[in-house]
């Protein structure tokens, strides 16, 4: 690890500190004896548990919560650059970084393996970390998730290993300097920053090409939207798709063989011994919100919750609990993601409910972006339903709720699905058996 880095380092403030990939940061700082504070706009789960390790975390973001005595100050890329923090540390001269350059720092020095790709990262992510663990490698891990067992997305090692999910969103992850590149695959999202499919592309391009001739590339190269990014790499392209994955999973679906197909081709790359990285494939279980099993309702059904977001991650999920349940009554209750990404894919998302017996939608949820009056849940729920014959708009939660507790039966499968906070639809029904 970059010790010249983080020996400077004695006191540090993250904005946006309860998101996912920040708050992995943070733990690592913390690890490290690194006096702690950050902000976000509100309590989480994630925040209440970095609380309880010892970071101090406000809840608005204004000036006065940076420490007189400051040495680094990391910000979310969702971060704006009138954030009144930002402002006020770069105003004092602080040392600022934003999470991507905060982890390309830290990764400096390290043998990092950069898992990247627009689908299963996390769980590919998680599959390597749980390989080099479970065959005592001791990596030091930050995934965009958060680890069964655990609980948490940060895994401390002793050794030069450096596990990182590398985020394409606004070009995050070209701040790494990967020996073994991951790459999943390439599919048109962050569209609203990307334009188009081609402009994710060259973003890929760029990471490739910053893997050295001494380091390797794992991914599909006859993937074709794959394939062009691959021309002027330098490092070794390994295709994890070769040979057959003869191993039982754990998890669901062929996105998911896929995963556990790119992370065995790092195994072997990492001389972790076959058999020891079979063994822990065979016994990973996903990680927090990825076909997550939340428990089950009075009546007996079955609830779970995934994070997809993306119509081909809809898809592939809603085909991995069809595998699952071949008989049982999917019935989805989806939250969309972004007004931008419902916009510019509404057709494709139209056509990714094949799966579910029932789709339930959930108004959009904004995250970073204002209301876009050319866009609504009620829009979503016109154009599937020219593909599916049971879908409606559920309305507000404590609707989905109500709606919910009076139709579900023994049987069904109900999985809540989306990028924002609609695992609480689920967590309340499940909550109903307590």
Request: hydrophobic fraction near 40%; glycine fraction near 8%.
């Amino acid at each position: 690890m970059n010790q010249t880095f983080l020996d400077s380092i004695h006191r540090a403030h993250f904005i946006g500190i309860g998101g996912i990939g920040v708050s992995a940061l943070v733990r690592l700082m913390l690890a490290r004896g690194i006096s702690v504070s950050g902000s976000d706009r509100t309590s989480s789960l994630i925040t209440e548990k970095l609380e309880m390790e010892g970071a101090k975390v406000f809840f608005s973001h204004e000036q006065k919560h940076l420490p007189e005595e400051l040495d680094l100050v990391v910000y979310s890329p969702a971060i704006a650059d009138d954030n009144p923090e930002l402002l006020m540390a770069r105003e004092r001269g602080v040392l600022t970084y934003s999470y991507p350059e905060a982890l390309g720092k830290i990764s400096q020095g390290m043998r990092t393996i950069a898992i990247s790709g627009t689908h299963g990262k996390t769980t590919t992510t998680a599959m390597i970390a749980g390989v080099l663990v479970g065959a005592k490698r001791s990596p030091t891990v930050i995934v965009g998730s958060l680890l069964k067992g655990s609980g948490s997305n940060f895994i401390g090692g002793v050794s030069n290993l450096f596990v990182v999910e590398a985020c394409e969103y606004k070009r995050s992850f070209l701040s790494l300097s990967p020996e073994i590149l991951v790459i999943t695959n390439i599919d048109n999202d962050h569209l609203d920053y990307y334009g188009t499919i081609e402009g994710v592309q060259k973003a890929f391009t760029e990471l490739a090409e910053k893997v050295p001739t001494t380091g390797m590339i794992v991914c599909n190269p006859n993937d074709p939207l794959v394939a062009p990014i691959l021309q002027w790499a330098v490092a070794r392209v390994v295709d994890y798709t070769k040979g057959v994955l003869m191993l039982p999973l754990a998890v669901s679906g062929e996105h998911n063989k896929k995963n556990a197909q790119a992370a065995l081709a790092v195994a072997r790359l990492l001389d972790v011994s076959e058999k020891d990285a079979m063994k822990s494939l065979s016994m990973f279980e996903g990680t927090w919100r990825r076909m997550e099993y939340k428990g089950e309702t009075p009546s007996g059904a079955l609830v779970y919750d995934d994070y997809a977001h993306h119509p081909t991650e809809v898809r592939a999920t809603l085909q991995g609990f069809r595998a699952r349940y071949p008989v049982g009554r999917i019935r989805i209750v989806f939250q969309p993601h972004l007004y931008s990404r419902t916009k510019l894919l509404l057709n494709d998302f139209a056509q990714s409910f094949s799966d579910a017996d029932e789709v339930i939608v959930a108004p959009i949820y904004a995250a970073r972006e204002k209301p876009d009056p050319e866009i609504s849940a009620e829009t979503l729920v016109r154009v599937i339903s020219e593909h599916h014959n049971s879908v409606r708009f559920g309305g507000d939660f404590p609707a989905i709720e109500t709606y919910l507790r009076k139709t579900v039966q023994k049987g069904d499968i109900m999985v809540t699905m989306g990028a924002g906070d609609i695992y609480k639809v689920g967590e309340a029904l499940v909550s109903d058996s307590v």
